[in-house]
């Protein structure tokens, strides 16, 4: 999969995603991640992106120029128009199932914006999603997409070592993951679990789907809603 970012700050992206599993599964070909700077195309001779907003008002807004050339740049690298996402709080929140959908894409490209936002027109153009990662405003749109390229990067075959972990976390079915432990057996009078040492895989796998379920209910009951569970699981927590 080919990740293209598109900013105003292309070392905030490279020194963020080059590392641990992200950075990894870069370096073993199983991700591209190409950080694309908007201040590249301007054709200002001072490399100025940005301007004042018509109809007044605090800030500057980026001038949809930069942003788009820099954005076909891209488009002639792969040959076609890929899924373009404006990381802005004024869209639905990014969910683990989002992250499953993006992940089946071969190019994916995010926009960052600064400032007051980006001229209009040139989202018009070339944005087909629109995602926040949460009711709240940063300062760019960088964060977002590094967040976001994480949690889909994740979904990509090959990238996670244990091709099992990504489908057993929390958020997996709407539900939150069981409980985890570790050695020692038993640590500040707090011991493991019992059945977490019976060796009856079976019982083991019950009581951790059970824990996801009860875990659920306590601290995010609003997913439970949508939760994969079966006729008896509803029948009985809900």
Not at 46 to 63: E, F, I, R, S, T
Not at 73 to 84: A, L
Not at 128 to 149: C, K, N, Q, R, W
Not at 187 to 214: C, F, M, T, Y
Request: glycine fraction near 8%.
């Amino acid at each position: 999969m080919h990740f293209y970012i598109l900013t105003l700050f292309p070392e905030m992206i490279e020194s963020g995603l080059n590392t641990s599993i992200i950075g990894r599964a870069v370096q073993n070909g199983h991700l591209s991640i190409t950080a694309v700077n908007i201040r590249d195309y301007t054709l200002d001779r001072h490399k100025k992106v940005d301007d004042y907003p018509y109809g007044g008002g605090a800030g500057m807004v980026m001038q949809a120029q930069p942003v788009y050339d820099a954005w076909e740049s891209v488009i002639k690298q792969v040959g076609y128009r890929p899924r373009t996402v404006y990381l802005t709080p004024q869209a639905e929140v990014f969910r683990q199932k989002m992250a499953k959908e993006f992940a089946c894409e071969q190019n994916l490209i995010f926009l960052c914006g600064h400032y007051e936002g980006i001229d209009e027109r040139v989202l018009e153009e070339i944005v087909t999603d629109y995602v926040s990662i949460g009711d709240y405003v940063l300062t760019g749109g960088e964060l977002p997409a590094m967040v976001m390229a994480d949690a889909i990067a994740r979904m990509v075959p090959g990238v996670l070592t244990n091709e099992q972990s990504g489908s057993t976390e929390s958020l997996e079915g709407n539900l939150l993951e069981y409980p985890q432990y570790s050695r020692p057996r038993e640590w500040n009078g707090k011991a493991v679990p019992d059945i977490l040492l019976s060796g009856d895989h079976a019982k083991v796998d019950a009581w951790r789907r059970e824990q996801s379920i009860l875990r659920t209910m306590q601290r995010r009951p609003d997913l439970m809603a949508e939760a994969e569970l079966t006729i008896k699981e509803r029948e009985k927590y809900l």
